[in-house]
Nanobody, 123 residues
Framework: QVQLVESGGGLVQAGGSLRLSCVAS???????MGWFRQAPGKEREFVAA????????YYQDSVKGRFTISRSEAKNTIYLQMNSLKPEDTAVYYC?????????????????WGQGTQVTVSS
């Protein structure tokens, strides 16, 4: 009954851009919404998060200045605008929602997860 549905992944050349979307259904957002990614052979890692109460954003160091997380409360949607993409950004990207956590960087801080969308950056 509660789902996060992602879209927007695809294949782009290095230096290109993609915009990921995640629509939440069946509930309103809680304390944090986030994006994670998992590359082949690697663990899932934190990418970005947004704090609904404080309108604050947080980013992994490697994506600062290139990625932007945003939200639309009216649409129950979060976005990840990805610019200046690099081959090392290639991964499956997941959106996540935390109902009440006071932290945002750990997998365990989130209660709901999307199905993932593939982002491939060619060199």
């Amino acid at each position: 009954q509660v789902q996060l549905v992602e879209s927007g992944g695809g294949l782009v050349q290095a230096g290109g851009s993609l915009r990921l979307s995640c629509v939440a259904s069946g509930r309103t957002f809680g304390t944090y919404m986030g994006w994670f990614r998992q590359a082949p052979g690697k663990e899932r890692e934190f990418v970005a998060a947004i704090n609904w109460s404080g309108s604050s954003t947080y980013y992994q160091d490697s994506v600062k200045g290139r990625f932007t997380i945003s939200r639309s409360e009216a649409k129950n949607t979060i976005y990840l605008q990805m610019n200046s993409l690099k081959p090392e950004d290639t991964a499956v990207y997941y959106c996540a929602a935390a109902r009440s956590s006071m932290a945002y960087i750990r997998n365990a801080d989130y209660d709901y997860w999307g199905q993932g969308t593939q982002v491939t950056v060619s060199s």
